[in-house]
């Protein structure tokens, strides 16, 4: 989710809001920035919390979803197989780089 800055209208230079943009924050310009409320639109969701409704999907048999049982299995299958490849993604992502050797 986006950064909101919040400020009274011709506060900015258009040099400003192009910086604040390009570092990824959304300006709102209002007349009175006091009568202003903020609404989240929904709550942030977990990196443990996303795996664990992958993991909870994986266990499902879709029998309302799909009528054959073999491609039950099979989308199972694939759904896992991306989850992972996801999650080892990230992970890699995330891990400083080997050393090179000399």
Known sequence: MAEVFLCKTGQLTAASRRELKRAGVVV???EDPASCQFIQSSAPVSSDDMLWAA????R???TNNYSDGR??????????????????????????AAPEAS
């Open 71 to 96: 491609a039950s299995t099979a989308h199972r299958e694939a759904f896992a197989v991306n989850v992972f490849e996801l999650v080892d993604a990230a992970r890699s992502a995330r891990r400083p």
């Open 28 to 30: 709102v310009e209002v």
């Open 55 to 58: 993991c909870d999907a994986l």
């Open 60 to 62: 499902r048999t879709y």
